[in-house]
């Protein structure tokens, strides 16, 4: 019998051509033993390997093409971790508001409220916004508590791919307590409500025309008439506010929410607060207080 030894495949030389053409798909890596059918006692000779011709790039031009994929990577990659980057470091030099939305208390910046010191003053300017810098919405202000934070608003929701003309209602700040709720200033063009450029609130229709218009962004999902428990109308030196105080067991902003609204320029402002009946046992006097704190 052969010595099984004698079918070994020889080890390649250092031959690039070999190297390469040996890791083709179209080579076996372990080719089978050439069988024999001689019946001769001699020595077997090792098989011999057979490869295809093609135009297979030599191994220079592979390690060429390599560097250069890498290089293309390596050159995406890093462009991408510097638009990640300038991302987190933007929001750093801006002033103050842009930290309260990285979870930072509003009383380590916002004044306090001279009258009462037990809450801060928030009065929004250009640098809060998109739509306040593109002169969409006239600012605005509301107190609460120092302890407060403000939340980072998804670009989607804030109207900053929209404006100056946006269709639909965007929210512009929004503020949270994990113990006492939370509020936010959603703005509505008033284009949606009505034909009739720099309308009032009055001229829009009556409180319940406009909650049953504006309420699924006060519940954040839908609103039912039923919810509302009651509604008033309020007159701050030239500007009328309405005012509404609704149960909505099944909104998603909480099962508790107090709203107001008004109209100036081309947009309806409404300011939310909500809270959970934990929350709401605790913090219904501060949120009423917030409520009727805020005008534009």
Avoid at 94 to 118: H, I, Q
Avoid at 149 to 168: H, V
């Amino acid at each position: 019998m052969p010595n099984p030894s004698h079918y070994l495949i020889p080890p390649f030389k250092n031959n690039t051509t070999e190297l390469i053409m040996a890791t083709t798909s179209t080579v076996p890596r372990f080719p089978s033993p050439i069988s024999s059918t001689s019946t001769s006692t001699s020595t077997p000779k090792p098989p011999q390997l057979h490869f295809k011709a093609h135009n297979a790039p030599s191994f220079s031009q592979q390690v060429s093409q390599n560097s250069l994929i890498l290089s293309l990577r390596r050159e995406v990659l890093l462009k991408g971790l510097a638009a990640a980057a300038a991302g987190a470091v933007l929001p750093l030099l801006k002033p103050p508001p842009s930290f309260a939305a990285k979870e930072v208390e509003v009383g380590s910046y916002l004044p306090t409220l001279p009258s009462d010191p037990s809450f801060v003053l928030f009065k929004a300017s250009p640098k809060d916004t998109p739509a306040l810098r593109a002169g969409n919405v006239q600012p605005y202000q509301f107190i609460l508590p120092p302890t407060w934070k403000q939340l980072r608003i998804a670009n989607i929701l804030s109207g900053n791919y929209c404006q100056p003309k946006c269709a639909e209602p965007w929210v512009e700040v929004k503020f949270e307590d994990e113990k006492q709720g939370k509020v936010q200033v959603v703005a509505s063009p008033l284009i949606r409500l009505t034909n009739k450029p720099n309308s009032s609130i009055e001229e829009i229709g009556s409180p319940e025309k406009l909650i049953a218009s504006l309420g699924p962004f006060v519940t954040g999902n839908s609103y039912d008439p039923d919810e509302l428990l009651e509604s008033s109308v309020e007159k701050l030196g030239d500007q009328t506010y309405y005012k509404y105080v609704l149960e909505t067991p099944f909104a998603l902003t909480g099962s508790h929410n107090l709203a107001k609204a008004t109209a100036k320029g081309n947009t309806v402002v409404l300011f939310v607060a909500s809270a959970n009946d934990k929350q709401w046992k605790e913090s219904e006097k501060t949120l009423k207080a917030m409520l009727d704190s805020f005008q534009v």
